[in-house]
Structure formats: structure tokens, C-alpha cells
């Protein structure tokens, strides 16, 4: 099976639904002996539920934790394998990969009133990334071929599926240059992928590794343009527009829907994992130092400066609210890892733009954070 989208053991993926406090509750549940899944109480506002992955040398399972409840509630259990990347749906409905057989890969769902599961796809090869529209009626997800590498896109819509043809890269790692997301806009009018490691992309639209899809039809509206903006790629959407931010050699960039031109946020910005504020006002990102020591830091959009958190190395981090985000705590190397001299040591941070302080959060074996799967109302 190709190396990339596989997590090493111990990795956790964590999705967050910020909900009413007034929204409805799950049913009780326990998680297995298993997980290292702490339920120890948080400052966090209430009503909120978190869905994590773990993963284990024996077993991989998603959980809910839910922030009325104060309990890890078990979804699936997967068996050993990579942690399954999850995502809500709706507010009632998540859906996870199962990547446990070796040649093939599930798309499941989980109703959660009833906990019901459904197998919405089954494919031969290795699913690395998925997304659902924000109307839940489309679904996108990334194939590789587990025997000869051949990469793909597929979005299917109404019974019908339109399928294009990507580079291969063989030899994929889990090194921090090596991106991979499928997002759809806010008004899910506009598919972003982002399948990259840089210095590999090719530039035609039907081979593309970074590209910008209209759903109507699946068209190409967007690639970014040779030359400087040839290694694209860390790139997600604003929140409330169809206003694209990547990186390329120049710095971070703009691209609005419609439009045939890119803009320059920042010169010499070199982010990784970058998130949108829910009001649109910050942009969240890892800067990574001299001595490869990942920081998180935020770029203020109503002033254009970029704004430092805490000294400390973190990295991944995703909104919660519109002054709230989450990161990860990153510890050094034991031994050789990829990506640098550090890290993630599996805790998870929340950190206060009112108080400038960070606290703990009740999660540990966490290893990866997305903003593509926080949801809040």
C-alpha cells in the first residue's frame, strides 16, 4: 500500500462540532480499554462534541466525545490499521474510512440517533482523503491504486460520477511538505484539491495536483499559474467566500472565484496548515523556524500582520470559535522521524486570543487536527 495518507501507531485524528448548547445529546457509551481517550472536564464552552480517531498497534476506533455527557462514546472499531479519517456530515451523521483490508477501502457513515452504520462506497486501493459538500448531496474522495500508485479524483453527485486522472508519486511520505485535502467552498459551488508534494505537481488540468473544480459540472475554474505558483499547494478556503488562500515560492496568495488573477496576502509566508476564522477575520497557520521548530501563529486579515501565540512548538491548528483555536503540542524526536527534529506528542492545546493563554484539552494520542472537519452553529 503507498505510504501517503497512512498514520504511524498511536495517531489520532480529532473533528469538532461546536453545537448548541441546547442541541440534542447522544446516547451513553464507553470506549474501550484500548485508547488513551482522557474525559477529564475543560474550560471549553458548552455544547460541543469532538470526534477522534485512535489508533493502536491491535486497533483503530472513532470515538464522539460530547461535551454534556464528559464521556469518550465508541462509533467503530476498526481492528489494526491507520487511523480512519472522520468527518461529520451533519450535526447527526458522521462518515470515516476504513482502511483495514490492505487492497480496498470503505466510505462508512454512522447515523448518530441511532448508531446505525451504512457502507456508502467501496473501492479497490487506498482512500487518503474524502469530503462530503456542506449539503451533504456530493461526495469526493481521492484513489490511489494500492498495486501500481495511479492517482484519481472522483466526485459523485446524484447516482452519477465524474472521474479525473492525477500524477502518480510514488514513494509518498507523512513529511510535513506533503499535503493532501479536498475541500468544497462555502456555497459548495467550487471543489479545492490539494493532493501535493511539492516540486511534483504537473500543470495540466486533467493531471493536475492542485486544482479548483466547478461542482455544476466538474470543470477545471481554477489552476494556479506557472512559474512562482508551479509548487502550490497548503491551501483552504475562507469561511463565508469563495476566497482561496495557498502558498507557492512567492508567499501566501489570493484567488477569488470568477476571477482569472492571483493576489499576494504575504511575501516570504512560507505557513503550513493553514485555517480560517469562522468570521473570517484570521488566518491560523504553523510557521516553521531556522531550526525546523514548528510554531502556530495568526495572520490578521483586517490589518495584514502576522501575530505570534505562545513560544512554545505547536502545530495544526483549527478554529473552534472566532477567537478560540486548537492545536498540537509537538515534543522532540526520540529517533529519525520525518518533518524535522520534532513532533507531535499526541496532547492537545486550546489557546485564548482574549487571554493569550492556552490550556489542556481532554484528548491525548492526537496526532493530526483539520479544519475541514470542524462544523459549528
Known amino acids: 500500500m503507498p505510504l501517503h495518507g497512512i498514520r504511524v501507531a498511536a495517531l489520532g485524528v480529532v473533528s469538532v462540532l461546536a453545537a448548541c448548547a441546547s442541541g440534542p445529546n447522544v446516547a451513553s457509551g464507553s470506549p474501550a480499554p484500548s485508547t488513551s481517550v482522557s474525559a477529564a472536564a475543560t474550560s471549553q464552552p458548552a455544547g460541543y462534541r469532538v470526534l477522534l480517531t485512535t489508533s493502536t498497534i491491535s486497533s483503530s476506533e472513532v470515538f464522539l466525545y460530547d461535551s454534556a455527557s464528559n464521556a469518550p462514546q465508541q462509533l467503530a472499531s476498526l481492528g489494526a490499521g491507520p487511523a480512519p479519517e472522520a468527518h461529520f456530515i451533519s450535526s447527526q451523521k458522521i462518515a470515516y474510512v476504513d482502511s483495514t483490508n490492505p487492497m480496498s477501502a470503505r466510505i462508512m457513515s454512522v447515523d448518530l440517533s441511532t448508531r446505525a452504520s451504512t457502507t456508502e462506497l467501496t473501492v479497490s486501493g487506498n482512500v487518503p482523503a474524502f469530503a462530503y459538500s456542506h449539503d451533504g448531496a456530493s461526495l469526493a474522495y481521492l484513489l490511489h491504486g494500492s498495486a501500481d500508485g495511479k492517482a484519481s479524483l472522483h466526485v459523485r453527485r446524484g447516482g452519477q460520477e465524474k472521474t479525473l486522472t492525477l500524477n502518480a508519486i510514488p514513494g509518498r511520505g507523512v513529511g510535513r511538505d506533503d499535503e493532501l485535502r479536498l475541500e468544497f467552498a462555502p ?191
Open 187 to 377: 456555497d459548495d459551488k467550487y471543489l479545492l484539491m490539494v493532493d501535493t508534494l511539492v516540486g511534483n505537481q504537473g500543470q495540466a488540468p486533467e493531471t493536475g495536483q492542485f486544482l479548483v473544480l466547478r461542482a455544476a459540472d466538474n470543470t477545471v475554474a481554477f489552476l494556479p499559474p506557472s512559474g512562482v505558483s508551479a509548487n502550490a499547494t497548503m491551501a483552504t478556503w475562507a469561511r463565508h467566500s469563495d476566497r482561496l488562500y495557498y502558498r507557492d515560492q512567492v508567499g501566501v496568495r489570493t484567488w477569488d472565484a470568477g476571477t482569472t488573477s492571483v493576489g499576494t496576502l504575504a511575501t516570504a509566508l512560507h505557513w503550513y496548515d493553514p485555517a480560517a476564522s469562522p468570521d473570517d477575520g484570521w488566518l491560523a497557520f504553523t510557521d516553521i523556524d531556522a531550526q525546523f521548530v514548528p510554531r502556530v501563529r495568526l495572520y490578521d486579515l483586517r490589518h495584514n500582520q502576522a501575530i505570534a501565540t505562545v513560544a512554545a512548538a505547536r502545530s495544526h491548528p483549527i478554529f473552534v470559535t472566532a477567537d478560540t483555536i486548537w492545536y498540537l503540542e509537538e515534543q522532540p524526536c526520540q529517533s529519525e522521524c520525518l518533518g524535522g527534529p520534532s513532533q507531535p506528542s499526541g496532547k492537545v492545546l486550546a489557546y485564548s486570543q482574549k487571554t493569550k493563554a492556552e490550556s489542556s484539552l481532554p484528548f491525548t494520542d492526537v496526532h493530526n487536527l483539520s479544519q475541514l472537519a470542524v462544523l459549528s452553529r
